[in-house]
C-alpha cells in the first residue's frame, strides 16, 4: 500500500502562487510515476503534471511556462509550484502515483486550489 498526503492548497487571487506537496509513504520502492491530476467542477479529471519513467516530467499545454513539477528523494516528496495563477486553475488537485510492480494507481485525498479574479 502506498499512502499520499498532500498539502499546500488555499485561495489566490489571479496573478498568485502556490506550492503543492505531496509525501509518500508505505510501500514506494516500485513507484515509478508520480504526479498531479486536477478536477474542476463539472469537469473531467486531467493530468497537470507527471515525472514519468527516466525522470523526465510532463506538463498539461494549459500550465506549460506556469507550473514546475520537482520531487526530494530524501523526503519522498514532490512538489507542484504554481505561478501566474488564473481562475481556470481552481479545481482540487490530487497527487497520484503508480506502483509498477502492482500495477496500482493511488492518489491522495485531494487539496483545494482556489483562484480568484
Known amino acids: 500500500q502506498v499512502q499520499l498526503v498532500e498539502s499546500g492548497g488555499g485561495l489566490v487571487q489571479a496573478g498568485g502562487s502556490l506550492r503543492l506537496s505531496c509525501a509518500a509513504s508505505g510501500s514506494i520502492s516500485s513507484i515509478s510515476v508520480m504526479g498531479w491530476d486536477r478536477q474542476a467542477p463539472g469537469k473531467q479529471r486531467e493530468l497537470v503534471a507527471a515525472?514519468?519513467?527516466?525522470?523526465?516530467?510532463v506538463y498539461a499545454d494549459s500550465v506549460k511556462g506556469r507550473f514546475t513539477i520537482s520531487r526530494e528523494n530524501a523526503k519522498n516528496t514532490v512538489y507542484l509550484q504554481m505561478n501566474s495563477l488564473t481562475p481556470d486553475d481552481t479545481a482540487v488537485y490530487y497527487c497520484y502515483a503508480y506502483d509498477t510492480m502492482t500495477r496500482r494507481n493511488y492518489w491522495g485525498q485531494g487539496t483545494q486550489v482556489t483562484v480568484s479574479s
Open positions: 515525472f514519468r519513467y527516466g525522470g523526465s516530467a
